[in-house]
């Protein structure tokens, strides 16, 4: 996972709708979204950017199973967001 940003964001058709965080609903659908991926709960050794692409990953290889799942929306919009505000904090710390 050695991709730049600039490819990060084309390759999951990254925007700025995405920079906006919904704390109501993205701070607990980024738990589900850890949990999907982890099959736990996210720890301080998990890094956010890995959960976020392996979720986006795993819906792009299997839609349809993905989409049984009747939260799946939320978690795809979610997933987004994870991976747009941590692409834009490693940016922040690189200035």
Request: no cysteine; hydrophobic share 35%.
């Amino acid at each position: 996972m050695n991709e730049t940003k600039n490819e990060l964001i084309k390759k999951y058709n990254l925007n700025e709708s995405h920079g906006v965080w919904q704390p109501e609903i993205d701070n607990w659908m980024s738990v589900e979204v850890s949990r999907f991926v982890l099959g736990r709960l996210p720890n301080e050794n998990d890094k956010v950017k890995d959960i976020a692409i392996k979720f986006l990953d795993i819906s792009k290889k299997n839609p349809a199973k993905m989409m049984k799942n009747e939260r799946w929306g939320s978690l795809f919009l979610t997933a987004k967001r994870m991976l747009y505000k941590e692409l834009n904090k490693q940016n922040e710390t690189r200035r």
